[in-house]
């Protein structure tokens, strides 16, 4: 093992978690009016109705997988039947749909934010870097899946990756497990770990905001406030139905003061 193998195997991954989990914390704590992820939907809505939900449940998809093959151990699975076989067409034909969502919705956000001029104005620098690193390991880890497992013999990241990462949740690294994995898996394995790092720092932060407490919470019932005769509940329409108003009279408050008449007043001279 040489010293640059420690760099990226260990130090690399350590530093990037540090920052990541101290970086969240202090944000939250100095800066929670920009914990948000800027939404630019207002400037444009066309574009972004079409690449945002394409790129979240691809991502969605994506995530779940790595849990799955990179935190789950294949023993565990073979307990519960997943052979490797199985396994293998799940990973390679269900991560290759959620790479076309993921990129294509990419793109489109990515055509939006540069052509729209509202939305390219709106543009941070730390926008543009975020979305180099997230390409870059979209893209790599794309590449990796097409040339090893679509065209190629197949590669069982599960004996080499997967151990890896678990090693560096225990404390215990191993980076002799990287010798020797290809090429566009260590670059695909580099750049999400460069994301991590520039994670608190962008617009990601959103990922933890998400109104999850939203699926629990009550409905919100509106009553009118107007003591009126007529002004109680409505008949039950169904929403295809005309809606009917309710015939009240308002009178005129107390302190308001008469409005003059418009009607015209003939005078002799």
Not at 21 to 43: A, C, M, P
Not at 154 to 161: L, Q, V
């Amino acid at each position: 093992m040489t010293p640059l193998d420690y760099l990226l195997w260990v130090a690399f991954p350590y530093i990037a978690a540090a920052t990541f989990v101290v970086g969240h914390i202090l944000r939250y704590r100095f800066d929670q009016f920009g914990w948000t992820s800027r939404s630019s939907q207002t400037y444009e809505n066309r574009l972004l109705r079409w690449g945002s939900p394409m790129f979240h449940y691809g991502m969605l998809m994506v995530i779940g997988g790595h849990v799955v093959g990179l935190f789950i151990p294949k023993p565990w699975l073979e307990f519960f039947g997943v052979t490797e076989h199985i396994y293998h067409l799940g990973a390679t034909w269900m991560g290759s749909i959620a790479a076309v969502l993921t990129i294509a919705g990419l793109i489109i956000l990515i055509i939006r934010r540069r052509l729209v001029t509202r939305v390219h104005l709106a543009t941070t620098v730390m926008d543009k870097v975020m979305y180099i690193f997230l390409g870059g390991t979209i893209l790599f880890g794309t590449t990796a899946t097409v040339l090893h497992q679509v065209l190629g013999a197949g590669y069982d990241y599960r004996g080499s990756i997967s151990p890896w990462i678990r090693s560096l949740w225990g404390f215990q690294p191993q980076p002799e497990l990287m010798s020797d994995v290809p090429f566009f898996f260590q670059l695909h394995v580099l750049t999400a770990t460069a994301l991590f790092l520039l994670w608190p720092f962008t617009r990601l932060v959103h990922v933890f905001s998400a109104p999850i407490g939203y699926i629990w919470r009550p409905y919100v019932i509106y009553r009118s406030r107007d003591t009126h005769k007529g002004s109680g509940a409505r008949t039950v329409k169904r929403g295809w139905e005309k809606a009917e108003l309710p015939n009240v009279r308002v009178s005129p408050r107390a302190d308001e003061p008469a409005r003059p008449s418009r009607s015209r007043t003939n005078i002799r001279r």
